[in-house]
């Protein structure tokens, strides 16, 4: 019997390989979601699935981002990106989490706090469309009534912690409902997630407790964060202050989650 859920997921060959663990817990389940019938890996329980939309797959990728408790068996899951690699037993930071009595656990951008500028960068470095950028920023302003050009609060999707919860199973269906709703010409959902999930938590959800972590989680800490496709690792070196709910907030030290690690081993032994 685990206690929580490791969950990943890899469609149309986005990520080139597994990232295998190298360092898994007898308290957690790891499920890898895939629609390739030939992955094999040591360490990832892979579950095959079909790909209902075979010319858009982000629009598979989101069904399992956002509807993560229908692919795992608990309560509290680690939701990452194919591109992140699990270096470490995670007990202890899912344990801050949980002994925390946080609603969910989110990475905060450590080099963009603007929803505006986040969506021109994908514009600059990841050729996502001039044209949609400008319908989605138009979108959350007329229509969800978020203030995209002066708030601050944008957080980075590939480490989340989510609870089976009514509030984090709200947001994941809000979530998914506006992608749809924006779909990029020709596919079935928009491809830039972070920034509608971030509008949706700070318009709607104002009292939610967060554990917030910077990119240091992923800077071969507890994970390491590789490009897509390749092998690459990434280092991220933050380049503004942390904001979230358009105000300064608190990143969870890696003193604290490593306080946690040495009382969880203490204990274990």
Known sequence: MTKYSVLTYNFGNYDSQV?????????????YVTDNPNVKSDTWDV????????????????????N???????????????????????????????????????????????????????????????????KVLKYLASVVKYDVVNSKGLAQYNVMIHRNDRVNNSINEGTMWVLKRLAMDGKEVDRLDQTIGSVFIQKFYPELRIMYLGGDVTN??????????????????????????????????????????????????
């Open 19 to 31: 990232l295998e663990i190298k360092e898994k817990s007898p308290n957690a389940e790891y499920v």
């Open 47 to 66: 579950k095959v699935v079909e790909n209902k939309w075979p010319n858009d797959i982000f629009r598979l990728c989101w069904e399992v981002r956002y």
């Open 68 to 134: 993560p408790f229908n692919y795992v068996s608990n309560d509290i899951v680690v939701r990452i990106d194919g591109s992140v690699e699990v270096l470490r037993n995670l007990d202890p930071l899912v344990e801050c989490f949980d002994a925390g009595g946080y609603d969910m656990s989110l990475m905060i951008h450590p080099q963009c706090n603007s929803i505006y500028n986040e969506y021109y960068r994908w514009v600059v470095a990841r050729g996502y469309p001039v044209e949609q950028a400008n």
């Open 220 to 269: 071969g800490t507890w994970f390491n964060w590789r490009t897509h496709g390749t092998s690459q690792i990434i280092r991220t070196t933050p380049m503004v202050e942390p904001y979230f709910y358009n105000k300064s907030v608190e990143l969870c030290p890696l003193t604290v989650l490593e306080t946690f690690n040495r009382l969880y081993n203490n204990v274990s032994k």
